[in-house]
C-alpha cells in the first residue's frame, strides 16, 4: 500500500499541507510521525511529478454558471475541460494504486454573489478501492448566505471499468472514465444534483509508469442513488412540447406538442423530416398521454376525442395516419403481452393489434 493513503475526509492538498506545515512545527512533526508509522514506504513506489488532469467538472453545470474564473495556471481545452496541472503523485506499482495531486483553481459567482464556489487542487486517486476525484472546495451556502469551507472533500467517485490505461515510452494515459456525485459533493451544488449523477469523464496523462488497479469494492455508484446521469441534451426542439415517445428500437424519439409530432434520430437528437401535419393530439391538451405500439411503431393517441394511429416512415420521413374510433378517451394504454393498444372510452374499452396505416384491427368489447 502507498505511504499517503488516508481517509478520503482526512486527504489534505499539497498548498492546504504546506500551509498547515509552515504554521505549526509540532503539527509538522505530529503529521510526519502519522504518516510513517501507519503506512511504510513501499519499495515499488514511484513519484510522479509532471502530467495533466482532465476534468471539466460537468458540462450541464458549465453551461449554467459558465466557464469560471480561472486562476494558478488553471486552463480549458477547446471543449471547456478543465487542465490540472499534476504538482506531485504516486504510483505503487504492487497494488497499481495512482495519485496525482495537482494546482489550480476555478471560481464561479452567479446571482449577485449569492453563488460562490471555488475548487482548487484536485487531486485523483485511481485505487481498487476507492477512485475518486476530491477537490478543496469553498461555497457559498443558499440557505444562510454564509461561506462555509469545506477542506479536501471527495467530489466524484470514477468508474475504473469505464476506460483504460496505456503506458507507452514512459507516459501512461488513462482515458476518459466515468465519474458520478458523491454523497459529500450533494451540498455544495446547493442539492441541485443527486448523489450519483454522471459528472464529467476525468483523464489523466503523466511520465511514469501506471497500471489499472484491481477493484476490490462492488458497487461504483453511491448507495441509494439512482444511477441515472444526463446523456444527451436537446436545445433546438420546437417550442411547447408536452409529450415525448422514445421508440429507441427503431432510432427515433418522437416529441409531440398541441399542434405538431416531430421525429427527432435518437442518437443525435437532431430532428428528422418536417413536423406532423395536421395535429396529432387535440389542440386543447394532450391528455390521455399518448402511447407507443410497440409491434408496429405507431404511436397512438388522443386527438379531439378520435384515436389516432400514426405512424413513422422512415423512408419518407413522414407519419401515416389512422384513426381507430371516436368517442370521448379516458385512457390509452399498451399491453406489452399481447402487443395491443387498449383505448378505454365511456362505453367501451377497444384493443388495437394493429394500429398501422395498413391495418389497424379495432376490437369492441
Ligand atoms: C439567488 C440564488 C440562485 C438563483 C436565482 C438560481 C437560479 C437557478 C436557475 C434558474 C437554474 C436553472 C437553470 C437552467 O435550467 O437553465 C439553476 C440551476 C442550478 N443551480 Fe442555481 N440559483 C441560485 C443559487 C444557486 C446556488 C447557491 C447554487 C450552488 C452552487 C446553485 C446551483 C445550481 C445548479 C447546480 C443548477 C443545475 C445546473 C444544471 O443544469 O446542471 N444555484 N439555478
Known amino acids: 500500500m502507498s505511504s499517503v493513503q488516508t481517509a478520503p475526509g482526512a486527504r489534505r492538498s499539497w498548498r492546504r499541507r504546506a500551509s498547515a506545515l509552515l504554521a505549526s512545527s509540532s503539527l509538522l512533526l505530529t503529521g510526519l510521525v502519522v504518516a510513517s508509522s501507519a503506512s511504510p514506504a513501499s519499495a515499488e513506489e514511484v513519484t510522479i511529478s ?8 460537468r458540462t450541464s453545470w458549465r453551461n449554467y454558471a459558465g466557464p469560471g474564473e480561472l486562476s494558478d495556471g488553471l486552463t480549458a481545452n477547446a471543449k471547456g475541460e478543465y487542465q490540472w496541472k499534476v504538482e506531485s503523485g504516486t504510483y505503487d506499482d504492487e497494488t497499481r494504486r495512482l495519485e496525482l495531486q495537482t494546482s489550480g ?10 453563488l460562490d464556489l471555488t475548487l482548487s487542487d484536485l487531486l485523483l486517486v485511481l485505487d481498487g478501492d ?3 476525484v476530491l477537490a478543496d472546495v469553498q461555497s457559498k451556502s443558499e440557505s444562510t448566505g454564509e461561506m462555509v469551507d469545506y477542506g479536501v472533500i471527495p467530489l466524484t467517485d470514477v468508474d475504473l471499468n469505464s476506460g483504460d490505461v496505456e503506458v507507452a515510452d514512459g507516459t501512461t494515459t488513462w482515458s476518459p472514465l466515468d465519474t458520478r456525485l458523491t454523497q459529500e459533493g450533494i451540498r455544495i451544488f446547493s442539492g441541485n444534483y443527486g448523489s450519483g449523477a454522471l459528472f464529467d469523464p476525468v483523464s489523466a496523462v503523466y511520465t511514469g509508469p501506471g497500471g489499472k488497479p484491481e477493484m476490490t469494492s ?23 412540447v408536452v409529450t415525448t415517445v422514445p421508440d429507441v428500437a427503431r432510432g427515433v424519439v418522437h416529441l409531440g406538442t398541441s399542434s405538431q409530432l416531430q421525429a427527432y434520430d435518437a442518437d443525435t437528437l437532431k430532428p428528422i423530416g418536417s413536423p406532423s401535419s395536421p395535429a396529432f393530439f387535440g389542440s386543447w391538451n394532450s391528455y390521455p398521454a399518448p402511447v407507443l405500439h410497440v409491434g408496429s411503431g405507431a404511436i397512438v393517441g388522443n386527438s379531439s376525442n378520435r384515436v389516432i394511429a400514426r405512424t413513422w416512415d422512415p423512408e419518407t420521413k413522414t407519419y401515416d395516419t389512422d384513426q381507430l374510433l371516436t368517442g370521448l378517451v379516458g385512457q390509452v394504454a399498451y399491453d406489452r403481452f399481447a402487443d395491443r393498444v387498449v383505448a378505454i372510452t365511456a362505453d367501451s374499452c377497444t384493443s388495437s393489434r394493429s394500429p398501422t396505416a395498413s391495418g389497424p384491427r379495432p376490437r369492441t368489447r
Open 218 to 240: 462492488e458497487s461504483f455508484a453511491a448507495p441509494g442513488s439512482l444511477g441515472f446521469g444526463l446523456d444527451k441534451t436537446v436545445t433546438d426542439v420546437m417550442a411547447g
Open 50 to 57: 509532471d502530467g495533466t488532469v482532465t476534468w471539466g467538472v
Open 130 to 132: 476507492e477512485p475518486q
Open 105 to 114: 483553481t476555478v471560481h464561479w459567482s452567479l446571482h449577485d454573489g449569492a
